[in-house]
């Protein structure tokens, strides 16, 4: 056995997708995946679910599907950490002939037609209790505040700039406009970037991803048998993971460094290559910061220099980085980590059309969870490893 690979993807409708449960939704995305590989649900032995689609994720799931004799059943939760874990445990499961066959899947459904997107993850007030009504009474009461917190820490130590963080947001769109499935896909200034309303200063509205509902799923097999099935194998050469522990306190990293410093470094080691190898990044942007704080831990560019790295035009199209090329979760759609890694295999695959990336014989894919807690990182190929 020469490695794991992806060889199938499943995508549901995403966005305002409105009538079905998540539990649903994930059962179509498997059945997706399944059937694009050249498989039925029933060559499936392994199922890992992500946190999201309610109740007890992974044995109900395995019941709608029909789903017997598993041999690897788990849900796994590291936030939007959560895809590059499950397929690096997919990966493993499959090397140590745990199981032949894993779907990996995630899954929401937080949007209803009669809720703003904006109210879609809010906490009811009557939630904050003890300390943490303490940082709610300082104004901290959303994740954002929490991101941007982060953000004003990096640009009081750096220099940077909101104007660079909207040159990721202007790049991303930019990319956004050849995905037929992203939500926004007009294109956008620096100038729309600054006069989009403030949602926690320093982030601006198109700082801030979109929230979608629907579901993602791959399956994950040996690369021998990936050869065999319906579309070309996309090999997992590495993964990592970091979680810093940083806490939000004076004299921390909190907001300065991420645990994509750690991730990147074991998924680059395990897969023998450099930053300079890569060809793709496709980054977890759940904020326009957490892509440029990304790109300066795994070395894409020195510490405080992501937002001129960014400003310079290197991540959009015709960029030396191609960054979040299907536009990401802050113009295409929010499905946590399946969003980079579902652009990575459609980029490795060669199914881009017209926003497919000049060269992607090697993508780093990201993954970021809680508020900077959590940090998986991939690197995927056409290629088998060592080819």
């Not at 929401?108 to 303490?134: C, I, K, Q, V």
């Not at 969870?369 to 088998?384: K, N, R, W």
């Amino acid at each position: 056995m020469d490695g794991a690979a992806i060889a199938g993807l499943g995508m549901t409708e995403l966005g305002r997708v409105y009538g079905r449960s998540p539990r649903r939704l994930a059962a179509d995305a498997v059945r997706l995946a399944a059937a694009d590989a050249g498989l039925s649900p029933g060559d499936l032995d392994g199922l890992l679910v992500s946190h999201g689609t309610g109740g007890s994720p992974g044995i109900e799931l395995a019941e709608t599907l029909g789903l017997r004799d598993l041999r690897l059943l788990s849900q796994v939760n590291a936030f939007g950490a959560t895809a590059g874990a499950m397929v690096s445990h997919a990966a493993m499961a499959v090397l140590s002939g745990s199981a032949t066959a894993v779907a990996c899947v995630f899954a929401d459904a937080p949007l209803t037609p009669e809720r703003s997107a904006g109210s879609a993850y809010g906490r009811d007030a009557r939630e904050w209790y003890g300390f943490g009504g303490m940082t709610a009474a300082l104004g901290l009461r959303s994740v954002t505040s929490f991101y941007a917190l982060a953000a004003r820490r990096h640009m009081s130590r750096y220099g940077t700039t909101s104007e660079q963080l909207g040159a990721i947001a202007v790049a991303t769109r930019a990319w956004a406009a050849g995905n037929p499935r992203a939500q926004l896909r007009d294109p956008i200034t620096i100038e729309d970037h600054q006069n989009s309303r403030w949602v926690s200063e320093p982030l601006h509205l198109l700082d801030c991803c979109l929230v979608s509902n629907g579901a993602i799923a791959v399956i994950v097999t040996s690369a021998d048998r990936a050869r065999d099935l319906a579309r070309p194998p996309v090999h997992v050469w590495g993964w990592g993971q970091g979680h810093p522990g940083h806490r939000r306190e004076r004299g921390s990293e909190f907001g300065l460094a991420t645990g994509a410093a750690a991730s990147g470094a074991a998924a680059l080691k395990m897969a023998g290559i450099t930053v300079a190898d890569v060809d793709v990044c496709e980054l977890y942007d759940c904020y326009t910061y957490t892509v440029l704080v990304s790109l300066e831990d795994y070395g894409f560019c020195g510490k405080g220099e992501g937002g001129a790295f960014a400003a310079s035009g290197a991540l959009g199209p015709g960029g030396t980085l191609p960054t979040n090329t299907g536009g990401g979760q802050l113009s295409a759609y929010y499905m946590w980590g399946m969003t980079p890694l579902s652009e990575a295999v459609i980029q490795a695959r060669g199914d881009g059309g017209e926003r497919q990336a000049p060269s992607s014989d090697v993508i780093l894919v990201s993954g970021n969870g809680g508020i900077l807690d959590h940090h998986s990182t991939l690197i995927v190929s056409p290629h088998p490893k060592g080819a």
